[in-house]
């Protein structure tokens, strides 16, 4: 059994590792690959990984290379977790769209878009080379952001593919350290798009505690670990995840951004700090420095993610699939058509992922995921075509833009900022950006 991970030179990749050698016993992984673009990167990350695998007596082999057809070929399962651009493109995201009044942000707003345009046509070259060297039932699981325009691409091109993100496990493992219980004792009624979700249910053996959470020193714990008022919680009855900050609290966030530092610049302190410490050849395991870098629980959710699709266990997870219910019949977030991604629970086997029933949402997050649906339906598009209308569209449709001054003008910026990660859009002068 061979896996794959294409930007194994990410400093996330020592946790991934971790948990596919906690796994070793159910999940027998002959060779693990840790693909990546920068030779430097894979051989700091690379060493550490193998320290962490001879230390845990793992007993595959663990190959580091740059070369894409050779990592995939043959291999069982693939995990996409690069960024296009590095950590220079993200402080763009974040700070480019400051100057048109609207908020900087990776994976949401305009930031967002820009970068699904960056990324859907890379992640879609390599998946093409996974289905032409490992064959079209090989599993694709994107951790690449924005997971859910990416994993819908991903699907709409006939790749087998799920998308993962770390935001429901999260939860789960807080609230139930909050709650004094394991985490598998802990089911949460998860629904909503990726990045766009919220809990509805948090039940603990079967017994409902939402409402407990809801009030007292618990609601005050949330809002403070999601960063939202405790009154809009009992509002929303609900806890939603905390990148609903963006749309929620839109005007706060952009002027704290305005006045603080971008989290690029954090986080690339971060990579640099973590990169030295994978240097020592004395580390042979996770540092605790990496639970600031973001991604927690990533190891986790990843590795239990591909142990299921890989050997049919049938375990509960958090994932992005089609909107579509198991048999076909019927969609599983009632308002959003079936070809949709939604994040959502669901038992995970051989043939993947099938979800959970949800409750409707109501019409306060139905509309909001209407809306950005739309908007990824178009971003998309966007990306595959190199159409300024198409892109013009879809930024008219995110509700983090909207105003059709502001598109024209930010989309313009946007582009000239990444022209060398949007060849589809050409050199600024020909149809492709006139649509």
């Known amino acids: 059994m061979k896996i794959a991970v294409i930007g194994g030179g990410s400093t996330y990749t020592p946790e991934l590792v971790e948990g596919f050698a906690r796994r070793a016993d159910v999940l027998p992984v002959d060779e693990l690959v840790l693909h990546d673009v920068s030779r430097e990167r894979l051989d700091v990350v690379g060493g550490l990984a193998g320290r962490i695998l001879r230390a845990s007596g ?14 995939v070929e043959g291999a069982r399962a693939v995990l996409v977790q690069l960024r296009v651009g590095g950590q220079a493109a993200r402080l763009v995201d974040e700070t480019l769209p400051h100057g048109f009044d609207r908020l900087g942000q990776e994976t949401t707003g305009p930031g967002g878009f820009a970068k699904a345009l960056r990324t859907v046509p890379v992640v879609l070259g390599i998946a093409d080379r996974v289905r032409a060297l490992a064959g079209p039932e090989t599993w694709i699981v994107d951790f690449t952001n924005p997971v859910g325009i990416v994993t819908r691409a991903l699907l709409d091109a006939g790749h087998r593919a799920i998308g993962l993100c770390n935001v429901a496990i999260g939860f789960q493992r807080r609230l139930a350290a909050r ?5 598998e004792q802990v089911r949460l009624g998860h629904a909503g798009l990726n990045h766009l ?19 007292g020193d618990h609601l005050a714990w949330l809002a403070d670990e999601i960063g939202l008022p405790a009154d809009l919680l009992r509002t929303l009855d609900a806890i939603p995840s905390y990148y609903l900050h963006y749309f929620y609290c839109e005007q706060d966030e952009l002027r704290a ?13 971060l990579e640099a700090e973590l990169l030295a410490l994978y240097s020592d050849p004395a580390l042979d395991h996770k540092p605790a420095q990496l639970e ?3 991604g927690a629980y990533y190891s986790e959710a990843a590795a239990a993610l591909v142990t299921s699709l890989l050997t049919g266990d049938g375990a509960h997870h958090y994932v992005n699939v089609r909107n579509v219910a198991p048999g076909g019949e019927g969609v599983v977030v009632e308002g959003l058509p079936p070809e949709a991604v939604v994040e959502v629970p669901a038992t995970v086997g051989l043939d993947g992922a099938r979800p959970v029933p949800v409750p409707p949402l109501p019409p ?34 995110n509700p983090l833009v909207r105003d059709w001054d502001v598109s024209t003008r930010l989309f ?8 060398p990660f949007l060849p589809a859009f050409g050199d600024g002068d020909g149809d492709a950006r006139r649509g």
């Open 292 to 294: 600031q870098r973001g």
């Open 257 to 269: 951004q305005r006045t603080g530092p971008a989290r690029a610049d954090e986080v690339m302190r």
């Open 197 to 215: 979700s919220w809990i509805r249910s948090v039940t603990v053996d079967g017994a409902e505690r939402l409402p407990d959470l809801l009030r």
């Open 412 to 419: 313009d910026a946007l582009v000239d900022a990444n022209r």
């Open 364 to 397: 306060e997050m139905l509309g909001l995921v209407q809306h950005v649906t739309a908007y990824e339906t178009l971003a998309v598009e966007a990306a595959l075509t190199g159409r300024r209308d198409v892109a013009l569209r879809a930024l008219l449709a």
């Open 179 to 183: 709650l004094g219980v394991v985490p």
């Open 58 to 71: 793992w007993p595959g082999r663990l190959t580091l290379t740059t070369g894409l057809d050779g990592a």
